[in-house]
């Protein structure tokens, strides 16, 4: 029996469709395999905290000539990250590469995503904000911004194509890896880190409007006596 051409035209589609989809997973493997790896120690746990940082040396020395850095950020020892209901959307995994120029030598473009225990990402890539000066350049993740997330959240690392400027007579000399949420809005360091936080930590806004209300009572009590 022949095949009409109407079974042709939608087997052939069929084939360019898983060969489209064949090269896009080697693609996106192949890339996420030829990364750097970077080890980033997370300090002790369990940590509540919106503020870590850590530095490595695993770049420094590269050239700016425009070219794509695939990293790969793991955290040691097991530990990982968890983004509470109460930390800030606009948490931050900052990269910041200091070189030897002066001034602003030029910004970091490309995006980046987490990704879980088994390395597979918990979202599509985003596109990374940047910032130059100082012969320093940094380069921004916030993944809850986009509103894909669901947390509470646990992530073992982050995946970052960078694309560094052209600047060839400019290198890198040091580079920092850091984690930062607004104040009163943190983030877990885990393993033993609560399931969730709900509510952001206003006992410090609270602490400092008891003590200004006690100071004008006893101002008032003064007051009062004096007449």
Known sequence: MQATSSQLINSARFRILVFTLLIACLQFYTGHAGATSI?????A??????????????????????????????F???????????TSNTFDILITLQTNGAGQVGFLDGTGYLFDQQGNPLDAPQMLGSASGNGSMAA????????????????????FDLILPNNPSIAITSSDFGLL???????????????????????????????????????????????
């Open 45 to 74: 746990s369990p940590n509540i905290t919106s503020d870590h940082g850590a530095s490595f040396t695993d770049i420094a020395g590269t050239a700016l000539q425009g070219q794509t850095l695939s990293l790969d950020f793991f």
């Open 140 to 159: 921004g993740l916030l993944p809850l911004l986009a509103g894909g997330l669901q947390r509470p959240l646990d992530f073992f690392g982050v995946h």
């Open 181 to 227: 949420s607004d104040p009163g809005a943190p983030f877990g360091i885990g393993p033993g880190v609560p399931r969730d936080i709900t509510t952001p930590d206003t006992g410090s806004s609270f602490t400092l409007l008891c003590l200004g209300s006690l100071g004008l009572m006893l101002v008032r009590m003064r007051l009062t006596r004096a007449s």
């Open 76 to 86: 040691l020892n097991g530990k990982f990250v968890r983004l509470f209901s109460a």
């Open 39 to 43: 080890n980033v120690g997370l300090g």
